[in-house]
């Protein structure tokens, strides 16, 4: 009998496990898996450059045709193998308590800093991505962005370097 249980549990503590280090799957689409074909046959898109980041496609969809509440944009940006690296969905500032509590129970709070009056940011781990839910002060906006580690990795390190860049620029001009 104790045997069974043990073996039960360790099951289910597997089957958790491997839950959560599962990719979120924004709108249906999991990072790292889901495609560019992927998503054109769900939505109608609209291209929308190159990302600097990851160097692969990006794709506007109408948040309308989406159809969450106060969803106002969609983007979806690849890797250069056409894979899902980031899907950044912006709502109206409203929404942050609301998103904020659903995110809490989907995924393993990192970071988060939720003033009366400021900056809300609060950060998730799944995975080997990250979910950031970000409402500046003076917007009206809030941002869920859905990255692989990757690719915020990627985009740290280019802002660091065009920062770098602009001091070595004024350095030099003085």
Known sequence: ????????SLVLALTST????????????????AT????????????????????????NVDAYEVGLQDLQKVLFIFNPDGTLSVVD????????DELYGQLNKKYKLVKKQIPFVGNKYAEYKNGKSTVK????????????????????????????????????QQASML
């Open 1 to 8: 009998m104790k045997k069974s249980s043990v073996i039960a």
């Open 18 to 33: 491997n839950t959560a280090l599962a990719d979120p799957k924004p709108l249906g689409f999991e990072l790292g898996k």
């Open 36 to 59: 560019i074909e992927d998503v054109q046959n769900t939505y109608k898109t609209t291209d929308a450059g190159i990302s600097a980041y990851t160097e692969g496609k990006m794709l």
């Open 89 to 96: 969905m912006t709502f109206r500032k409203t929404k942050f």
């Open 133 to 168: 839910l970000d409402a500046p002060h003076m917007s009206f906006e809030l941002d869920v962005i859905y990255g692989q580690n990757s690719f915020f990795k990627s985009m740290n390190e280019v802002n660091n370097r065009k920062e770098q860049q602009r001091k070595d």
